[in-house]
C-alpha cells in the first residue's frame, strides 16, 4: 500500500514538475532559451566526451541503465524525455568513441569495410535521434466541433481517383461516402476514373454521383485530381483512395479545424486497413502485433503534428481549396505526390494537421510483391523530393518542420544501411578484415548502453504502435528493394515510372515466393556460410582473438533470426475470400421463415455475409432463408439472406442478391458506424522488449520450416 | 404511485398485449407494478394465466364491500394485477353509472390499495374515449399511446392530442406522454413511412424503437405467458424492454 501511495505522489510531482517547466513563460524569450540550449550542449557533449578507462564507462553505463530501469515504472511525457535523454547519450557517446577511437586507418581495405560501417551507423544514429524528437511528444489533437447552424457549413468536393481497380471495390466507397453526415447539396462526390470505363459512369448514374474522366493520364492521381480541381469549386476538397470507405462522422470530426483555423491548409486521419497485410497474413499476427503502418499514423504523424509538419497522405485527408490553387494544386513533380503537396503549402506559411482518429477503412496490399511495389514507390517519392525540393534548404519553414520532413525522407535510405548491418560480420569471418579496431568487450562496454537504452526507450515511446524489434523485419524484408530506386531518385530524380499498386488479388494457394526472396536468400547463404566458417575460426584458425570471433558468431546469429522471419514473409498464405470479413460486434435482429425473432450479435461481417452468434435453443437448417436486421443511422435495415453455416450457437449467412439502396444501407450500418475502427487493438499485447524478440525468434523458426516445405515441394515438381 | 395510462385511439392495435408484457419488463427493472384492466373486454389477466372462466374482478358485483384489495391476484411473473372481472350488460351498466357519478372514482379506489409512493400503476383503458379514459387520465402520472403503423393510427394522433391536453393541461403532476408503434414490420414500406412520419411529427414525444410483429407474442398469450418468459431472445422481449428502459430514462419511472 505504501508503495503504491509512494509511486502515486512521485507519479504527480514529477508531472507537476514537467508541465511548470513547459508552461513556463519565460520560454518566450530569446535569452533564456539560448542560454538553455549551451547549457545542454555542454553538458550533452561532456556526457558523450569525457574519456574513461573501461570499468569506469562499464561502472557508468550501469548506473546510466538503472536509473531508466527505475524511472521507466512511472507513467508520463516528463519521465519519456528524461529516457530519450538517456538514450541520447548512450548512442551518442558509442557514436564518439567509434568514430574517434575504433577506426583503424592502417589498413586502406580494412579502412574501406570499417568507413561503410560507421556510415551505418552514423545513419541509424541520425534517424534515431530525429524519431525521437518527432515521436517524444505526440500532440493527440482532439476533434473540434461543428457548430449547430448547418447553413454555415463550408462546401466540399469529395474526390474518389481510380485507375484500374474493380467496380466492385470502387462501389462501396462509393456508397460510404453518401452516407457521411453532411448538408446533402454542400456535398459533392466525384468518381475521378482515369480509365475511361462505361460501367462507371454509368454506376454513378444510376447512384447519383458525378463521375469525371479525361483524355489522357499525365501524371496519374495528381494529374486526375488537378483535372477535377478544374470543373469543381467547393471550398474545401477531401480524397478518397478508391478503396477507403469512410465512417458517416468523417466529415464531421475533420472539418472543425479549418473553421477554428483560418491558416489550415490540411487535415489527415489514418490510413485504416480492414484487412490483413503481407506481413499480417503470412505471420498470423493481425490485430495481434501492430503492422508496419501504424507506427506511422499511430505515433510519427501525431509527432508531427507538434511541429506542424504532418503531411498529406494521398488519402482519406481534407485540403482548403485556395491553398491548393496558391500551389497550383496537387504537385506533379514527384511519384509521392502528396507529401511534396504539403510541404509546398507548409513552405508557404499554411498550417497543418493531423487527427488520430481512424474515420475511413481501406484493403492492404494483398500480396507480398504488391506490397514492396507500393514501398518502392513511396522510397522513389520521398528521395525524388529530398533531392528537386529539400526541406533542409528553401524558404518558408520552421527549424522543426525541416527536421521532420527530412527525417520522413531520411527514413527511406534505410536500405543500404540494414544490408550493411546484415552483411557486416562476414566480412570478419570470411576475411578478417576488423572493421571494429577494439577489444570485444569495450565494444561491449559502449555499444550495450546504445543499444539497450535504444530498445528501452523505444518500446516505451512506440510499443503501442509497434512492437519490439519488428522494425528489423519489416526493413529486412524491404531493404535490397528500396535501395536501389532512393541511389537512382537521388541520382536522376527523372528515371523510372510511376506503378500503381495492385488491389483486391487472391493468392489461390499457400507457396513461398521465390522471386521476391531471392535478396532474403542471398543475404541468408552468406550469414549461414559466416557461421560455419565462424565455428572453424573459432576452434582451430582464430584461437587468439576468440572473443572478436564469438562476438562476430553473436551477430551472424542475430541477423538469422532477422532473416528467418523475412522467409516466414515470404510464404504467401493461401486466401479464401474475396470480400474480407471484419471481426466486430454489432446488434442484429434475425427474423426466421417462421414468424419468430432471434436478438442477437454480429461475429464479423463482410459485404457478403456475416457471421452471428446465437443463443441456444434455435433449429436453424443451412439454407433457410433469414431476414438480417442491422441498426444504422437511420434506424432498422433489412437484408434478405440464406444460412450458409450453422453449428451450436454460430450462425454464419450470405446475403441474397441486395439492391443498390440495400447495398448503402448495409454500408451504413458497418463499416460506415462511427465507431467501428475505434476499438480495433483492444485485444492486443503490451509491448515488452524481450518479447518482442521472442516474437520475432518464433516466427523466424517458422520461416525456417516453411522455407523448408518450400524447398520440398520445389523438389518434387522437378522430379 | 405513479400512474400510467395505456391509450389506444382505436382497437386491435395491441395495447392490451403491450401493458402486460410492459409491466414485467418494468418490474425486471426494479419497480413494484400493479396492473389495472379498465377494459371491459378483460383480456389483461389471460396474459398472467387466470382460468377462462373465473369470473372475478372490480366490475363483480359480489366483490366484498366493492373493495378492490379483493379482487387483486397475484402472477407468477412478480406483477400484481387487479383483472376486470366477467359482467353481463346490466351489471356493467350499473358499474359505468356509478363511474360516471364520481369523477374520483378511479382515485378513491386506487389509494384504498395503499400502495407505496413510487409504486407503477399500470392502467389497460378501452380504446377511443370514453368514461374509463376521463377517469384515468384525471390522475395519470404518464400517458403511453399506442399505435399501429398504418394510415388509420396515423390519422387518430390529433384527436388523441387534444383530448389528452384536455385532461392534463393544467395539472402539474402530469409528466408528459409518448407514442409506441406496435407490429412494426420493417419489411413493408408502409410501416416504415408511417413510422418516419409520426417521427417527424411527434419529435422527442416518439419512442423511437418500435415493437415489431413477431410471431412468438401470439404464441406467449396461447401459453398464457408475457413473452419475455415464453420467448426471452425474441424482438419483441427487446423491443419492450427498450420501452421501459426508455420510459426510465425520460420519466425515472422506476426507482
Redesign the interface.
Known sequence: MRSILNSRYVYGRLNEIGVLLVNWSGWELKLPRTIATIIAGLLYWTAISVPMDLPLQTLFSIAIFSAALFIRRYAGTLVSLIMVMFSVCATSRYMYWRVNYTIDTTNLFDLFFALILVGAEVYAWLVLLLGYLQTAWPLKRKPVMMPADTSTWPTIDLFIPTYNEDLSVVKPTVMAAMGIDWPRDKLNIVILDDGRRPEFAEFAREIGVQCFTRSDNRHAKAGNINAALKRTNGEFVAIFDCDHMPTRSFLQYTMGWFLVDPKLAMIQTPHHFLSPDPFERNLQTFRNVPNEGELFYGLIQDGNDLWNATFFCGSCAVLRRTCLDEIDGIAVETVTEDAHTALKMQRLGYNTAYLSLPQAAGLATESLSAHVGQRIRWARGMAQIFRVDNPLLGKGLSFGQRLCYSNAMLHFFYGLPRMVFLLAPISYLFFEVHIIKASALSIAAYSLPHLLHANLTNSRIQGAHRHSFWAEVYEATLAWYIFRPTLVALVNPKAGTFNVTAKGGLVQEEHFDWVISKPYLVMLALNVLGFLIGIGRAIWWNTFELDTVILNILWTIYNLVILGATLAVATESKQVRRTHRVRAILNA?L?LP???????QTEDFSMGGMSLTI?DG?TIKKGDEI?V?LYGAN??C?FPSKAVFVKKNVLSVQFLPLSLQQEKELISCTVGRADVWLNWSDRRDIDHPLNGLKEIASHSLQGFVRFGDGLRQQWDKRS | MRVVAVISPKGGVGKTTVTANLAVSLERLGGRVTVVDLDPQNALRLHFGMAHDDPLGIASENLPNNQWQFALMESPYGVDFLPYGIVNERQRDRFEQAIKANPDWLLIHLNSLGLGETDVVLIDTPPGPGIYLQQVLRIANIGIVILKPDAASYSTVPAIESLIAHYTKDRRDFLGHCYVINQMDPAKQLNRDVFGMLRAQLGPRFVPSSIHRDEAVSEALACQSPVSYYAQYSSATHDVQYLSNWLQQNFGLVD
Open positions: 435482429t427474423r417462421n414468424g419468430h425473432s432471434i436478438v442477437c443463443p434455435f431476414i436486421s434506424g432498422e433489412l
